[in-house]
């Protein structure tokens, strides 16, 4: 049996460093998280890291603090792309904002940039790129609508830890300026999730937002801890939201091997763009970019293929099944605070329908061994 993804195999040469914190008798707030963020910070290449306990916590926090500072109000619109999981989502709409779907593109399964302008409306405050399967999903393009519309640019870098890019980044420095760049450090803010499955992945759940701004750095930190900043005092209505010191050490020792792993990553994926060919399906294209948290395949009989990978030993995952805008959680009758929700389930998104309907992913990851990635080609070739 080949599995989606052995996290036990992954996960064994890190043990240490939970038993580490365990004997340590400190487990909050302490010297693994303070040091793990300083070294992500290092790492993307940003001022601040603020740990925080989920990906959807981290994205949420980003929001939040960003309608404290007054740049956003109840009823703003976010523009965010209409394949994306759901916690994107749910961070806009948790805060009162609206999201506005834009259609990705075949191409490359990210949002489509020559659809976002359009898009913008006078209450349009911010742009969230969601650089879906470990794939970039910045354009230049888009840094540059974020510049003339003075908009925000904030990244779900839950799945490309590590992705390094090309890209002019108008907001940051000359506008003409390419420089290489990680995703994480593209945006004014860009939230990060160390859910296990994810290419830094802790050992349970766990998150992190990332940014330059001092002063958006500051409030994300007091709102995560129930809206401190000093011990007692709380100056907002925020949550409990903290990175805990054993995801911390564990996360500071996998963050060392994240690069070669992701280059394994890459190599695993090369050989399925080179290899795979089969009339029904479709493959994502080649982009070197990538750190492939999730290779997806698009097949009209994605089912069926699924079932034939199952019968042959191979698991698979479908990311994901059901849209956002078709999910009950957004339907009319449900719980929404604002009426335009409702008429998601009759959006016509034929884009993201078909992705939804035909997305199937195959094992990507460094336990994948190059006999096991081999026998997954030959088995979909025969398909
Ligand atoms: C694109 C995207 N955004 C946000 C999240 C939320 O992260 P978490 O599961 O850590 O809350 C995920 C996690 O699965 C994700 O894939």
Not at 1 to 9: G, H, P, Q, R
Not at 228 to 246: L, P
Request: glycine fraction near 6%.
């Amino acid at each position: 049996m080949i599995k989606y993804l052995d996290l036990k195999t992954i996960n064994k040469p890190y043990e240490h460093a939970a038993d580490e914190v365990l004997r340590s008798g400190w487990y909050l707030k302490g010297d693994w998280t303070r040091r793990f963020e300083e070294a992500y910070a290092d790492y993307i290449g940003t001022k601040h890291c603020i740990g925080c306990g989920n990906g959807l916590d981290a994205l949420t926090l980003i929001f939040r603090a960003y309608m404290e500072l007054g740049v956003m109000q109840e009823g703003d619109e976010v523009i965010v792309p209409a394949n994306t999981y759901i916690a994107s989502i749910l961070a806009i709409t948790e805060n009162r904002l609206k999201p506005v779907l834009v259609e990705p593109s075949l191409d490359t399964l990210q949002i489509d940039d020559a659809l976002i302008e359009q898009a913008i409306t006078e209450r349009t405050r911010a742009i969230m790129i969601v650089h879906l399967y470990g794939r970039c999903a910045y354009t230049d393009r888009i840094g540059d609508i974020c510049r003339r519309h003075h908009l925000k640019l904030i990244e779900d870098n839950a799945q490309a830890h590590g992705c390094v890019c090309d890209a002019v980044l108008p907001h940051r420095f000359v506008a003409t300026e390419s420089r290489q760049t990680r995703t994480g450090f593209l945006g004014h803010a860009a939230a990060h999730s160390f859910y296990p499955t994810k290419n830094l992945g802790a050992f349970g759940d766990a998150g992190a937002v990332t940014t330059d701004d001092d002063e958006l750095a500051d409030l994300v930190r007091a709102l995560g801890n129930y809206g401190s900043a000093r011990h007692y005092v709380f100056d907002y209505q925020g949550r409990n939201s903290r990175m805990d010191e054993i995801q911390a050490a564990i996360l500071l020792a996998k963050l060392r091997d994240l690069d070669a792993n992701n280059q394994r990553r890459k190599e695993i994926a090369a050989l399925y763009i080179n290899k795979v060919k089969h009339p029904d399906i479709l493959l994502p294209q080649c982009d070197r970019d990538s750190v492939y948290h999730i290779f997806p395949l698009l097949c009209s009989r994605r089912d069926e293929l699924q079932r034939y990978l199952a019968d042959n030993g191979v698991g698979t995952e479908i990311h994901y099944p059901i849209p956002p805008h078709r999910q009950r959680c957004y339907a009319k009758g449900a719980q929404n605070w604002l009426s335009e929700l409702s008429e998601w389930p009759s959006l016509s998104l034929p884009i993201t329908e078909r992705i939804h309907a035909e997305e199937l992913s195959i094992p990507c990851n460094p336990a994948l061994s190059d006999d096991e990635t081999v026998c997954i080609v030959a088995l979909i070739n025969r398909f």
